[in-house]
């Protein structure tokens, strides 16, 4: 029996579906994979290191949307597209820094998906103390980490 039109674009809506989830399940299936040479810091942790003004270099990777929408940011942090991180790394202020230094990334990702993305590419650059900030805006927000406000304009 052959099917007719409607059956067949059903069918090839549902095995579409099919697909889609199988493919989601395989992207949550490898999410600890995807964390693999990024350590993560506390928003505790961050934030006792700018309260006793230790060095440290805060990146805002938060989408553009979101940064826009906000009217603050971390406390000294420099905000950054992540897909313009390795073209930034040889301008200010990022060409400056000490591959030593503590480096740190932030999204408002629900698993911080952005932040350690952005600490892959700075890792893969040579920075050797590189860490993905832990729960991200959110969490900062809810412990009342120092914020200043952003540039206007961004």
Not at 3 to 25: D, E, K
């Amino acid at each position: 029996m052959i099917p007719n039109r409607t059956s067949r674009r059903s069918l090839i809506m549902l095995l579409s579906c099919v697909a889609f989830c199988y493919q989601g399940a395989q992207i949550v299936a490898q999410a600890p994979a995807k964390t693999a040479g990024v350590a993560f810091m506390t928003v505790e942790e961050l934030k006792s290191k700018l309260i006793t003004n230790e060095p440290v270099v805060v990146i805002d990777v938060r989408a553009t949307d979101t940064y826009a929408n906000s009217d603050k940011k971390i406390k000294g942090a420099v905000h950054l597209k992540v897909r313009k991180i390795t073209q930034r790394l040889n301008f200010p202020p990022l060409k400056d820094v000490p591959r030593d230094r503590t480096v740190v990334t932030y999204c408002s990702c629900p698993a911080d998906e952005s932040a350690i993305a952005a600490a892959r590419i700075f890792l893969e650059n040579g920075f050797k103390n590189v860490r993905a900030l832990k729960g991200g805006w959110r969490e900062w927000v809810k412990i009342s980490g120092p914020t200043e406000a952003k540039p206007r304009g961004m």
